[in-house]
Every structure is written in C-alpha cells, then in structure tokens.
C-alpha cells in the first residue's frame, strides 16, 4: 500500500506543477495584457485629447481672427449702452486691429505647442502644465457661450465654441480621473490666471510688432 501511495503521489505532483505553471502563465499573461491596454490606452488619449488642443485652438480663434474687428466696431455702442460698467473693456476690445489679434493668438499658439511637445517627450509634470492649459481653454469657451447668452446672440468666437465643447467636455472627463479633486482645482486656477497674464503679454507684443513696422 505505501509502494502504491507512494507511485499515486509521484504522479499528481507533476499535475500540480504543471497547473501551477499553467496559473503563473495567465496571471502572467492577464498582467502583459493589462500594462499593453494602459500604454494603447495612453497613447490613443495622447492621440484624441492632447494633439488636438493646438488645432482647436486654431479653429476657434480663425472664427474670432475673421470677425472680431467688425464684429466690435458694429456693436460698440449697442454694448456701451447695455453694459455700462464694461465700457473701458469694450474700448480696449475695441482697439484690437485684426493684425494685432492675429499676432498674439500666434503667441499663444507657440505656446500651446510647445506644452504639447513636452507632453509628447514625458516632461516631468508634462501633465499637469497640459492640464492646466487644457482647463483655461475650456473655461474660455465657456466664457464665450455665456458671452453670447448676455448680448442674446452671436459673439465672436461662440459658434468654435459650441463645436469644442463635447471635446472640452471628454478632456475634463479625461482629467477628472487622472487627477484628485484638489490637483484640478489648482491646476485650473493656475492655467486661468496664466491664461489672462498671457494674453496680456501677448497683446503687448503685438503692439510693439505693429508700431515696429510704422
């Protein structure tokens, strides 16, 4: 009887080791197919969310670029006389010549592309220096819809807006789980104010641009 248990466990034990063996191979496998789905994951998000935000950019202020000028010269005092308050704003809105507008919008753009680059090369916090330029433009948008909400029709700039908000609104999404509720707070105040100090400086530079050439 022991010759015979003996003979019975010699053979189950290489079953048993050959079904662990097999176990280790799918959790193996289970985990390959895991780290491959994340980085197809993470490049497909690099591909619908992070290159498109320059050429939404370019769309949405071509749309601004094209009638902004007009746009404001023709309205000037219907919106004086609505939004008194504003009127120092609407002045200056006012004073921005076509070129001008032009050429600081390219200054934000320089600036949306090189973010884009460091995403794409993996900068340390490449992500959140994106984000926070992923919220701004967003939050822009927003601001032009409700723009156009006020005045109670077109504003330059609203019907770019209207197109990229679905896109806006998967980005965030895209944000919202990457990011704690905290890190979105910050990044998002930090991209808004960089978003206003910028187009300052962008419009300072396009004005000293123009008076270059005069």
Known sequence: MAVIRRTEHTQICPK????CQKRWYSLISVYL????IYIYMSALSVLYLVLPLPLAFILHDTEEAIVQHRWMQKHKDALAG???GMKSVIDYLCGISTKSFVIAA???LVVLLLATCYVLVQGEYSFQIWAALFMAFSFHLVVHVLQAVM??????????SLLLIPYAYV???????????????ICGVVGIIFMAANLLFAHRIAGM??????
């Open 106 to 108: 390219l200054e934000e």
């Open 209 to 214: 641009v123009i008076r270059s050439r005069h």
């Open 82 to 84: 609505r939004f008194p």
């Open 16 to 19: 048993r080791k050959l079904f």
């Open 33 to 36: 197919c895991i780290i491959l």
């Open 151 to 160: 005045v109670k029709g077109y504003v330059p700039g609203v019907v770019s």
């Open 171 to 185: 980005g965030l999404q895209g944000i919202w789980y990457a990011m704690s509720g905290m890190e979105m707070v």
